[in-house]
């Protein structure tokens, strides 16, 4: 993967449930390999989250390179197309030095942007719009926002779920100032880059205990303190990243509406949730995608198909 130019070169994608072992693949293959990990978990990217994120230790991020994570506080947000572009420049760089690069994270869309190509419309936050929507959907409820945001892009809201509220004010504030759907602007480039991805699969019931078992893992570590932690330096539950699953469901317990044992249902609740909504990511029959069954196939097994899978030997 030598050269100046990393146009065309091949980048691998993991991608699959939350808990299904994207992490512990990628920390695989980045040293059997000889690749760097670029990190798409929103949620991994705030500084002092670190417990409810999964995010990777000291240990991993000093045995494997890994980008876009701690990047910036829990108060600043980053917009897709700011990590779009972070995401691209890791990858060059990483190209560059002849090594793989590697994507692995739970949230789609920054994925969807990469391996897409989208372009990301040059619109700048509407505070006073913003504030209208989300007025409005307090008043009428988010059902009717969707409804409003399928009237005008039904692509758009075909691919964003109704409780989805930021991405649908986004979509919709787009909307206002280009006249045109932001789904029209997303599909019209083509990904500069090969991407190879790698559908990873459990059954259910394996998925789902290692869910409970990861989440019984972070509460033991200490999610609460860390969260205690996050809200006494002063951020909020109003903030986007603390509104993020593993950390919302603390906000009942705070005020003394839920006892632990119902922090943690909630917790395994949303996380199973979750983990049933990213298996359409994307389609069966996408070209760039090959399916692992991880219950099934040793990890030796797996990183020997996958390099063969890369090199075109399979």
């Known amino acids: ?14 991608v ?19 690749g760097e990990i670029v990190s798409l978990d929103s949620r991994q990217m705030y500084r002092g989250m670190d417990i409810g994120t999964a995010k990777p230790s000291a240990a991993e991020r000093a045995a494997v390179p890994h980008h876009l994570i701690d990047l910036v506080t ?10 779009q572009s972070l995401a691209l420049t890791s990858i060059d760089a990483i190209l560059a030095r002849g090594r793989l690069p590697i994507l692995a994270g739970g949230t789609g869309q920054y994925l969807r942007a990469l391996v897409d190509g989208w372009v ?30 399928a009237a005008v892009d039904p692509v758009s809201a075909g691919r964003i779920h109704v409780h ?12 206002h100032h ?15 880059h090969a991407f190879r991805i790698a559908g990873l699969r459990r059954s259910r019931e394996v998925l789902y205990a290692r869910i409970d078992a990861r989440i019984d893992a ?82 030796p097994t797996l990183i020997g198909d996958i390099r063969d899978w890369l090199a075109g030997r399979s």
């Open 1 to 14: 993967m030598s050269g100046t130019s990393s146009a065309g070169q091949i980048v691998l994608a993991l």
């Open 16 to 34: 699959g449930p939350t808990a299904v072992g994207k992490t512990e693949l990628a920390m695989h293959l980045a040293r059997s390999l000889e």
């Open 74 to 83: 829990p108060d600043r947000s980053l917009s897709l197309a700011e990590v």
């Open 120 to 149: 990301i419309p040059a619109v700048p936050p509407d505070p006073e719009l913003r504030a209208e929507l989300y007025a409005l959907a307090d008043r009428l409820g988010a059902a009717h926002l969707h409804a409003r945001l």
């Open 164 to 175: 989805n509220l930021r991405r649908v004010v986004r979509a919709l504030e787009v909307q």
């Open 178 to 192: 280009l006249g045109e759907p932001i789904s029209d602007i997303q599909d019209r480039a083509e990904p500069r």
């Open 218 to 299: 972070m509460l033991a570590a200490g999610l609460e303190a860390e969260l205690r932690r996050l809200v006494s330096a002063g951020y909020g539950f109003d903030l986007p990243a603390m509104s993020a699953l593993g950390y919302r469901e603390w906000q009942g317990y705070l005020a003394g509406e839920i006892d632990l044992v119902g922090v943690r249902d909630q917790i395994r609740r949303n996380t199973r949730r979750l983990a049933r909504s990213q298996d359409g990511w994307f389609r069966a029959d996408d070209p760039r995608l090959r399916e692992f069954d991880l219950d099934l196939v040793p990890t």
